[in-house]
């Protein structure tokens, strides 16, 4: 049974060692639990089966990223591509793809997704780099560049405009960005707890979002059979769809739609927002 809560929460951060160990909640399990706690980031070599495992039934934005792609006449720069969430779709609705992400872990899932589908010649059409996307220097230049749900917010705001411009580099003249804004759903200075029951682990996320919005803390407490516990953290920048909309612009793009993205359940609003941004002919 899974479930859900939102509670108050100190809005100082405290630190552990070198890692950042979110507030309120995650703060007082790391406290709770010591030594026999082992902590890392969420996307890294213990972290990042963890996230494949709670991400990977979630069909968030998956339908309208594939209507703007629809007709999209050259390769796909898919940046943050983790274990394939929207690279798979990508790839099964016959796009050329390639796929950036920093996480060993997760790519090497992507891989052998992509290995066990059935003969869509979808393996011919990927190229996987384990690169930063943050420091891209491609050769090829791409129709279309994706960037998912929360991803925007792993690059630290003064690093973003020089972000936004490489990827303007690395876009055919009339080339498309897409990229996913989110809306934190907690509210300021609370935190969320959703607890996932899978078939031989227990996962409690965490999520707080900061007093002035400016940061979401992530964490997961990871719970699995025979194995001791362990938190995963991350921490995302927030930024609103008209502040990356006017760095776009001031990065050379043209915004061509700025639209909602739907629940794909209750197909109502989910509270994010899509934005695409053209690079001028
Ligand atoms: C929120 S996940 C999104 C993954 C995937 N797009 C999805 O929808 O499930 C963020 C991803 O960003 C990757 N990442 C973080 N920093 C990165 C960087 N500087 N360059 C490339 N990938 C990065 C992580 O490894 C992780 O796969």
């Known amino acids: 049974m899974n479930g859900r809560t939102a509670i ?45 495992l709670v991400t990977s039934h979630d069909r968030s934005e998956i339908t309208e990223v594939l209507t703007a792609l629809r007709g999209t006449g050259g390769p796909v720069l898919e940046l943050a591509c983790g274990s394939g969430r929207l690279t798979l779709p990508l790839l099964l609705a016959g796009h050329q793809v390639t796929g950036v992400d920093t996480s060993d872990s997760l790519l090497g899932e992507l891989t052998a997704q992509v ?72 509210r300021p200075g609370e935190e969320e707890i959703h607890t996932f029951v899978a078939d031989d682990a227990v996962i409690t996320l965490i999520s707080y979002v900061e007093p002035g919005l400016a940061a979401r803390h992530v964490a997961a407490l990871s719970v699995a059979r025979g194995a001791g516990p362990l938190l995963l953290t991350s921490f995302v920048h927030l930024v609103t769809p008209d502040r990356l909309s006017a760095e776009l612009v001031a990065a050379g793009f043209e915004i061509e739609s700025v639209s909602p993205v739907r629940d794909p359940l209750a197909g109502t609003a989910d509270g994010n927002t899509l934005v695409i941004a053209r690079r001028p002919s």
């Open 8 to 52: 108050s929460t100190p809005s100082v951060a405290p630190r552990t060692g070198a890692r950042h160990i979110p507030p309120g909640t995650a703060t007082r399990i790391a406290a709770a639990l010591g030594d026999d706690l082992r902590i890392a980031d969420l996307y890294d070599d213990l972290g990042g089966p963890v996230y494949h």
């Open 115 to 186: 290995g066990r589908l059935p003969a869509h010649r979808a393996a011919d059409r990927l190229t996987v780099l384990r690169e930063d996307m943050t420091a891209l220097d491609l050769d090829t230049r791409f129709a279309a560049a994706l960037l998912g749900i929360t991803t925007i917010g792993l690059v630290p705001p003064g690093e973003r405009p020089g972000f936004l411009r490489n990827v303007h580099r690395h876009l055919l003249p009339g080339g498309r960005f897409l990229v996913t804004v989110e809306t934190p759903r907690v």
